[in-house]
């Protein structure tokens, strides 16, 4: 504000205003500073939030990227390991069929031989009851072997089977009937074993065969 001043008698009635420094300049300058500091603390705060937030995104990122990595290869480990117990059951299989056709072949074989046993003691004239005693032992066996076989054996070895299977069922009926009167069936007799090699052991031969086949083995 203006003082006003008296400077004696000579200056008597003048009015002498004296300027004082205008507040409100300061006030503007305090304001600016102020305003500034309040940017530069927003700018601040401003790029800190800014680096948090990317740096946010870009752990939010790897996170995600961690994830999928983790879902790939447990989706990786699934595939192997589903391929691995695939190969586990083609292998078990093969060696139950592999274990069923052994025990399939040699009983078909261990009958035809018995029937040749029992005939020669028929066509001998020789006491039969143990040589039919073997007979029906291999001849149970065989038929417990060719049932086990029908629930693991594909459809050609299972046709195979079959057929040899009817071929000796055949001969053991023909052979029962011959051996149990050897005197009427003399010729009958003679003429079996040649029958039992013509007529059965083929069809064990293609038996065989094919089992080989599924197993994978050549001839």
Do not use: F
Not at 50 to 76: F, I, P, S
Request: with cysteine; aromatic share 6%; net charge neutral.
């Amino acid at each position: 504000m203006a003082g006003v001043v008296g400077s004696g008698a000579s200056d008597r009635g003048s009015i002498v205003i004296k300027a004082e420094p205008y507040a409100g300049g300061n006030m503007g300058a305090s304001w600016t500073a102020l305003l500034i500091a309040v940017v530069g603390v927003a700018g601040t705060l401003g790029a800190a939030l800014v680096t948090q937030v990317r740096a946010d995104r870009t752990k939010r990122m790897e996170l995600l990227a961690a994830a999928e990595q983790r879902r790939e290869e447990r989706g990786h480990a699934e595939q192997l390991l589903r391929a691995e117990q695939t190969r586990q059951g083609r292998r078990e299989s093969l060696e139950r069929r592999r274990t069923c056709y052994i025990a399939l072949n040699t009983a078909a074989q261990q009958y035809v031989t018995e029937m040749t046993n029992h005939l020669h003691a028929a066509r001998r004239g020789e006491d039969t009851a143990a040589s039919l005693e073997s007979l029906e032992t291999a001849r149970l066996t065989y038929r417990d072997s060719y049932a086990e076989s029908q629930m693991i054996v594909p459809d050609t070895v299972s046709r195979a089977a079959g057929a040899a299977k009817r071929r000796l069922n055949d001969a053991y009926g023909e052979l029962r009937r011959y051996a149990a009167e050897p005197s009427l069936y003399a010729a009958e007799l003679e003429s079996a074993e040649a029958g039992l090699h013509q007529e059965v052991w083929p069809y064990i031969g293609a038996m065989k065969k094919a089992m080989r086949a599924d197993l994978g083995i050549e001839d």
